[in-house]
């Protein structure tokens, strides 16, 4: 840029002056004005995407900017600086040179330091797992821009790193998907390489879009907390970009798979890392293997299914003829705990079971014996059982005692107990309804323990005293009563 002095010529004082001010010139303009503190923790992160978030909507507000709400703006701001190339650009769009200038303003007049997001790097989350931070942002920022859209946020995220998978193996095509697996394999999780972070980033962003609350930094703080961990990040990924519908690794690496080759963006990115077509038809399959593996070893898996009570015993009646049973479901990586209910070999239409596991044995239920089942709603292959005994309890006869008696219509010896014997089976009650009848006066009653009392104006020379079951009304005795009526014929 200078020109070197010429033998036996000095260099004048001025021009020495004039070449210093070039070069502090020249510093001013390629030193950054001012020095930025490294984001290194979560917490330093929460808090510039804060203000970055603020900045972003006072930008938006005192310029009328359209292209981009907020958080939209914002994270293509972090974005930017790593992942600002032309591919990035077309699904996630730029961010403007001016917002770039307003944000160093702000960051001078306001003692803040939003532009350290833009180079910071692998962040602990508050669950002590680490997460590359400007990845997640920038996938995060494609899917905020294009509304959630799978194409574009798949691109972005996980889809187009399975693609990224392909360039660490230079080995060319290989014969069948196995073979492209195992290679595949070896290139996944190496220092450098696409690996279980890069995922995690890129199912984090799907995470944050699908809970995206009010702003960034409420949506982050209610994501990443202490107890977040892989089961938890991959399950509700899988409930929500694949709908949980692969549970064995061939239905898993089949979804994969199709998800991958069902996008319309996939074939360019392959055509840009120079691999595309059917030659690496193999490959392609292999690599979508490899992830779709790692994305299964976090599903639940459902071990067996315990039913408690494993024993009962219901009447079928109107009374004692329910009974509630819980179920604990058994496995790895949490297995949702929900079950579908079943009773079988009933012979009665009125016996059921309802969703939260009580079973109604119906009063008309003539079988013995009934197999209460639940059954888990994310592996059906996985139920478990209880035993239930129906008992059928009856009244088969009544009888009361004494069978005849014979009480005074007056102030004395007008009462009689009666006692009733119940003969029943399977616990049927023995209770029974004592009442009278024949009666003529409304002095005359009977108590609830068979005590009789014939009013003293009792004009019926006979009562008929009646013991119903309790239990079943078509079961009664009876006992006959005869009435005297004391008279006086004369006094001496």
Same mark, same amino acid.
């Given at each position: 840029?200078?020109?070197?002095?010429?033998?036996?010529?000095?260099?004048?004082?001025?021009?020495?002056?004039?070449?210093?001010?070039?070069?502090?010139?020249?510093?001013?303009?390629?030193?950054?004005?001012?020095?930025?503190?490294?984001?290194?923790?979560?917490?330093?992160?929460?808090?510039?995407?804060?203000?970055?978030?603020?900045?972003?909507?006072?930008?938006?507000?005192?310029?009328?900017?359209?292209?981009?709400?907020?958080?939209?703006?914002?994270?293509?701001?972090?974005?930017?600086?790593?992942?600002?190339?032309?591919?990035?650009?077309?699904?996630?769009?730029?961010?403007?040179?001016?917002?770039?200038?307003?944000?160093?303003?702000?960051?001078?007049?306001?003692?803040?330091?939003?532009?350290?997001?833009?180079?910071?790097?692998?962040?602990?989350?508050?669950?002590?797992?680490?997460?590359?931070?400007?990845?997640?942002?920038?996938?995060?920022?494609?899917?905020?821009?294009?509304?959630?859209?799978?194409?574009?946020?798949?691109?972005?995220?996980?889809?187009?790193?399975?693609?990224?998978?392909?360039?660490?193996?230079?080995?060319?095509?290989?014969? !069948?998907?196995?073979?492209?697996?195992?290679?595949?394999?070896?290139?996944?999780?190496?220092?450098?390489?696409?690996?279980?972070?890069?995922?995690?980033?890129?199912?984090?962003?799907?995470?944050?879009?699908?809970?995206?609350?009010?702003?960034?930094?409420?949506?982050?703080?209610?994501?990443?907390?202490?107890?977040?961990?892989?089961?938890?990040?991959?399950?509700?990924?899988?409930?929500?970009?694949?709908?949980?519908?692969?549970?064995?690794?061939?239905?898993?690496?089949?979804?994969?798979?199709?998800?991958?080759?069902?996008? *319309?963006?996939?074939?360019?990115?392959?055509?840009?890392?120079?691999?595309?077509?059917?030659?690496?038809?193999?490959?392609?399959?292999?690599?979508?293997?490899?992830?779709?593996?790692?994305?299964?070893?976090?599903?639940?898996?459902?071990?067996?299914?315990?039913?408690?009570?494993?024993?009962?015993?219901?009447?079928?009646?109107?009374?004692?003829?329910?009974?509630?049973?819980?179920?604990?479901?058994?496995?790895?990586?949490?297995?949702?705990?929900?079950?579908?209910?079943?009773?079988?070999?009933?012979?009665?239409?009125?016996?059921?079971?309802?969703?939260?596991?009580?079973?109604?044995?119906?009063?008309?239920?003539?079988?013995?014996?009934? *197999?209460?089942?639940?059954?888990?709603?994310?592996?059906?292959?996985?139920?478990?059982?209880?035993?239930?005994?129906?008992?059928?309890?009856?009244?088969?006869?009544?009888?009361? !005692?004494?069978?005849?008696?014979?009480?005074?219509?007056?102030?004395?010896?007008?009462?009689?107990?009666?006692?009733?014997?119940?003969?029943?089976?399977?616990?049927?009650?023995?209770?029974?309804?004592?009442?009278?009848?024949?009666?003529?006066?409304?002095?005359?009653?009977?108590?609830?323990?068979?005590?009789?009392?014939?009013?003293?104006?009792?004009?019926?020379?006979?009562?008929?005293?009646?013991?119903?079951?309790?239990?079943?009304?078509?079961?009664?005795?009876?006992?006959?009563?005869?009435?005297?009526?004391?008279?006086?014929?004369?006094?001496?």
């Amino acid at each position: 840029m200078f020109k070197k002095a010429t033998a036996g010529r000095s260099v004048s004082m001025r021009g020495l002056f004039v070449m210093g001010a070039l070069l502090v010139a020249l510093l001013a303009v390629c030193l950054p004005s001012q020095a930025h503190a490294e984001v290194t923790t979560y917490d330093q992160m929460v808090t510039q995407v804060g203000n970055l978030e603020v900045y972003a909507q006072r930008y938006i507000d005192n310029n009328n900017y359209t292209d981009m709400d907020a958080p939209t703006l914002a994270t293509c701001y972090i974005r930017s600086t790593r992942y600002g190339d032309g591919n990035w650009s077309i699904v996630g769009g730029s961010v403007p040179d001016a917002f770039v200038t307003y944000c160093q303003n702000q960051d001078a007049a306001n003692s803040t330091d939003v532009q350290s997001l833009r180079t910071m790097g692998d962040i602990t989350l508050p669950n002590n797992q680490v997460t590359d931070a400007v990845h997640m942002f920038a996938n995060l920022q494609v899917l905020l821009k294009n509304n959630g859209a799978k194409a574009s946020g798949d691109l972005a995220g996980w889809l187009g790193d399975t693609c990224d998978l392909f360039t660490y193996d230079t080995n060319g095509s290989y014969a !069948t998907p196995e073979m492209a697996y195992t290679v595949a394999k070896k290139h996944f999780n190496v220092d450098g390489g696409f690996g279980p972070q890069d995922v995690k980033a890129d199912l984090d962003a799907y995470n944050l879009y699908a809970s995206y609350s009010t702003s960034l930094v409420s949506t982050l703080s209610a994501y990443f907390t202490a107890s977040l961990d892989d089961i938890t990040r991959v399950q509700t990924f899988d409930a929500g970009r694949l709908a949980g519908v692969a549970t064995t690794t061939d239905d898993y690496r089949t979804a994969v798979y199709s998800a991958y080759t069902g996008n *319309i963006y996939i074939p360019w990115l392959e055509y840009s890392r120079h691999f595309s077509g059917t030659t690496y038809a193999n490959n392609r399959k292999g690599c979508c293997w490899v992830v779709a593996d790692y994305l299964l070893s976090f599903q639940p898996t459902v071990t067996g299914v315990t039913v408690t009570p494993a024993t009962a015993t219901v009447n079928a009646g109107a009374t004692g003829n329910t009974q509630t049973f819980t179920a604990a479901v058994a496995g790895e990586n949490r297995p949702s705990q929900d079950v579908t209910w079943s009773v079988s070999g009933a012979e009665s239409a009125s016996t059921s079971i309802d969703a939260d596991g009580t079973l109604t044995v119906g009063a008309d239920e003539t079988a013995a014996t009934l *197999i209460v089942k639940a059954t888990s709603t994310y592996d059906a292959t996985k139920s478990g059982t209880a035993t239930v005994t129906v008992k059928h309890p009856a009244v088969t006869s009544v009888t009361v !005692t004494p069978a005849i008696a014979t009480v005074n219509a007056s102030a004395t010896g007008n009462t009689q107990a009666f006692s009733a014997a119940v003969e029943a089976v399977d616990g049927a009650s023995t209770a029974v309804a004592w009442t009278v009848s024949g009666a003529e006066s409304a002095s005359t009653s009977i108590a609830a323990d068979g005590t009789l009392t014939v009013g003293a104006d009792e004009t019926a020379a006979s009562l008929t005293v009646i013991a119903t079951s309790a239990f079943d009304a078509t079961k009664s005795a009876t006992a006959a009563v005869r009435v005297l009526h004391p008279v006086v014929n004369g006094v001496t």
